[in-house]
Nanobody
Framework: QVHVVESGGGLVQTGGSLRLSCAAS????????MAWFRQAPGKEREFVAR????????YYADSVKGRFTISRDNGKNTVYLQMNSLKPEDTAVYYC???????????WGQGTQVTVSS
């Protein structure tokens, strides 16, 4: 069983920055992928970014490319999402998830709220 726990959300002004953390525990295979998703009120959950545990290959949604950076610390089993130049439309609950492929994420965290004020 794998558990993931997010932290680091909060309230920030437009143009500000936040760093989210996602700590994974349990048997997390090195072949797994870690991803961030978000869900704004009244909207469907959407993909934000992902990274492979083993070689660190990253991929971003167009909406965050150039502003967000996903990274990992294998020694700490932790993935980070550095969010810069935040916009009100980035306001959402951010979820961390992990799984065996880029399309399979059976393990999810509880989410952390990010609110960007205008």
């Amino acid at each position: 069983q794998v558990h993931v726990v997010e932290s680091g959300g909060g309230l920030v002004q437009t143009g500000g920055s936040l760093r989210l953390s996602c700590a994974a525990s349990g048997r997390t295979p090195s072949s797994y992928v870690m991803a961030w998703f978000r869900q704004a009120p009244g909207k469907e959950r959407e993909f934000v970014a992902r990274i492979s545990w083993s070689v660190g290959i990253t991929y971003y949604a167009d909406s965050v490319k150039g502003r967000f950076t996903i990274s990992r610390d294998n020694g700490k089993n932790t993935v980070y999402l550095q969010m810069n130049s935040l916009k009100p439309e980035d306001t959402a609950v951010y979820y961390c998830a992990t799984g065996p492929t880029t399309r399979e994420y059976p393990y999810w965290g509880q989410g952390t709220q990010v609110t960007v004020s205008s």
